[in-house]
């Protein structure tokens, strides 16, 4: 979008793509649910106050997750959250859990109050409006990095094949692509992986460029699916290609 549109304040709505990954907070595990449309978005001129409602669980007991029989009374919340804010013009961007404790985060335009919302005592929600006309929050602390860019990636491939029924445990010849704008850069690369047991090719594209095709057979069940995934996509960058993911057949 242009900058321009931005400082007149015209920013189209963005396309809601929400998405669930886990990361890391302080030294607990962190799941993030997230709009990646509202994160390329932002900053959004006609939003600029936060509204954060924070919350607690009491857990599972070992992971600090929120136990099974209070998911669902958290998606109400974030419901209930969601509609208060749509009702105000304003949208919902994420959510985060981290050890007891949840925070939802949402955005409203200029002169909004904090919308009530309904009763949960079970997670004792507290909301707070303040002024965050850049989208720190979101720029600072929920835009995904790069691995977990990687792990949503994954989980994509892997929802399709759970469709059609994937016993993701059952290793299998999983194949990679990648693209590289010059021979030497791809052949590097493709040395690389033959040396973590890939059977690679080289061949020149339809675009002046160079594709990679990497197969080596193994289970695709997350996590150690992300730690196949990531390794692949780290030698590719290294060589300066562009990875393009991985897929395999259905083994039901």
């Known amino acids: 979008m242009?900058?321009?549109?931005?400082?007149?304040?015209?920013?189209p709505a963005w396309v809601e793509r929400w998405a669930v990954y886990p990361g890391e907070i302080g030294d607990g595990?962190?799941?993030?649910?997230?709009?990646?449309?509202?994160?390329?978005?932002?900053?959004?001129?006609?939003?600029?106050?936060?509204l954060d409602v924070d919350f607690t669980y009491a857990g599972d007991g070992t992971s600090g997750m929120p136990a099974d029989d209070e998911l669902g009374t958290i998606h109400a919340l974030d419901e209930a959250v969601r509609q208060a804010l749509r009702g105000l013009r304003g949208a919902m961007v994420g959510r985060v859990v981290t050890a007891?404790?949840?925070?939802?985060?949402?955005?409203?335009?200029?002169?909004?109050?904090?919308?009530?919302?309904p009763d949960f005592p079970t997670l004792a929600p507290v909301a707070t409006l303040s002024s965050d006309p850049g989208w720190t929050r979101v720029r600072d602390e929920l835009t995904p990095d790069a691995w977990q860019r990687n792990i949503m990636d994954d989980n994509q491939v892997v929802q399709e094949l759970e469709g059609h029924g994937d016993r993701l445990s059952q290793p299998r010849p999983v194949e990679f692509l990648a693209y590289f704008p010059a021979t030497d850069h791809a052949e590097a690369a493709a040395e690389d992986l033959r040396n973590l047991g890939f059977a690679v090719t080289v061949e020149r594209g339809d675009e002046a460029d160079f594709v990679l095709q990497a197969i080596r057979r193994d289970a695709v069940e997350p996590p150690a699916l992300h730690e196949v995934t990531w390794e692949v996509r780290g030698v590719v960058e290294r060589h300066d290609g562009v990875y393009d993911g991985w897929g395999c057949m259905v083994q039901a």
Not at 2 to 11: I, S, T, Y
Not at 29 to 50: K, S, T
């Open 29 to 50: 595990l962190a799941m993030y649910n997230i709009d990646l449309g509202a994160v390329e978005a932002a900053p959004v001129a006609r939003l600029p106050q936060r």
């Open 2 to 11: 242009g900058l321009l549109r931005r400082l007149l304040g015209r920013e």
């Open 100 to 117: 007891g404790t949840g925070r939802i985060t949402g955005y409203l335009p200029d002169g909004a109050t904090a919308p009530a919302l």
